[in-house]
């Protein structure tokens, strides 16, 4: 399993929300170019942006800022927020993404991202598939920046996309997403279970290296954290067997 560093972007600076919540912002006296440089020079080969302002407003607005940061070379991106036409996603890619992530629209319009994933090609695409989980455990599919709780339940959205080749998944459970209150593991070992042609990417919660390990033994593909190497939560030699080149 490998650590992939994320960047949240909101008015160009380096932000967290708390469950999503934009009033819930927590904001770092770090320029995103810094946390580029900070990430690569700890040994990581991925990083996640997410553009906040876009995921909120539907129209990206920090695609100069994630094409300078591509063009330092040293980490592929993996960008979000803001992705909803075809357009918009090949600008992405031409700007220097090595993959996209796709969110609510992934929800919403499954035949037209599906038709993306054939069109280019499993590696270019990641659905990021954020769940709340309701009364019985059953995880629901939310959407529009955490905003719109569908009744969609995550396995089921999965299932329409394995075949048109779908590879990435990034799943956050949000009641985890920005609290240190440690991942869903359980999710992602029935996420496992369930789709084990699906490269698993965790997202929320995570707290220490102690949670690294939980999720690699669970068998995801990689953890995606924000707060806890935002506020050096763990030591390098901690996070060392999670970063391919350090």
Same mark, same amino acid.
């Given at each position: /399993?490998?650590? $992939?560093?994320?960047?949240? #972007?909101?008015? &160009? ?17 770090? %320029? ?14 991925? #990083? +996640?942006?997410?553009?906040?302002? &876009? ?6 607005? +920090?695609?100069?800022?994630? !094409? ?8 592929? /991106?993996? =960008? ?19 993959? =996209?992530? $796709?969110?609510?629209? !992934? ?7 599906? &038709? ?9 695409? @990641?659905? !990021? ?8 455990? %059953?995880?629901?599919?939310?959407? +529009? ?7 969609? @339940?995550?396995?089921? =959205? ?9 590879? +990435?998944?990034?799943? %956050? ?5 920005? !609290? #240190? ?35 690699? &033994?669970?068998? =995801? ?8 190497? #935002?506020?050096?939560? /763990? ?12």
């Amino acid at each position: /399993m490998q650590l $992939i560093p994320a960047i949240d #972007l909101k008015d &160009g600076r380096c932000v967290r929300l708390y469950q999503g919540d934009f009033a819930a912002e927590t904001r770092y006296d770090v %320029t995103p170019e810094g946390l580029y440089e900070r990430f690569a020079d700890l040994g990581a080969r991925w #990083l +996640h942006v997410v553009d906040l302002d &876009g995921a909120r407003d539907g129209a990206q607005a +920090h695609l100069p800022l994630i !094409a300078e940061l591509a063009g330092r070379g040293r980490l592929k /991106m993996q =960008v979000g927020g803001g992705l909803r036409s075809r357009e918009t996603i090949d600008r992405t890619l031409a700007a220097g993404a090595s993959r =996209v992530v $796709i969110g609510s629209l !992934a929800v919403t319009d499954p035949d037209l991202v599906a &038709g993306w994933l054939r069109k280019l090609g499993p590696d270019a695409i @990641v659905l !990021a598939l954020d769940v709340r989980l309701d009364a019985d455990g %059953t995880p629901r599919l939310a959407t +529009h920046g955490w905003l719109e709780q569908s009744t969609l @339940v995550l396995w089921d =959205v999965v299932a329409r996309y394995i075949d048109a080749g779908l590879r +990435h998944v990034l799943c %956050t459970d949000v009641g985890c997403d920005g !609290a #240190l209150s440690g991942p869903n593991f359980d999710l992602y070992v029935e996420a496992v279970r369930r789709f084990p042609t699906v490269q698993w990417q965790a997202s929320g919660g995570v707290r220490d290296a102690r949670d690294l390990w939980a999720l690699a &033994g669970g068998g =995801v593909a990689a953890a995606v954290s924000g707060r806890a190497l #935002l506020e050096n939560r /763990m030591t390098v030699e901690e996070l060392q067997p999670f970063l391919p080149a350090a």
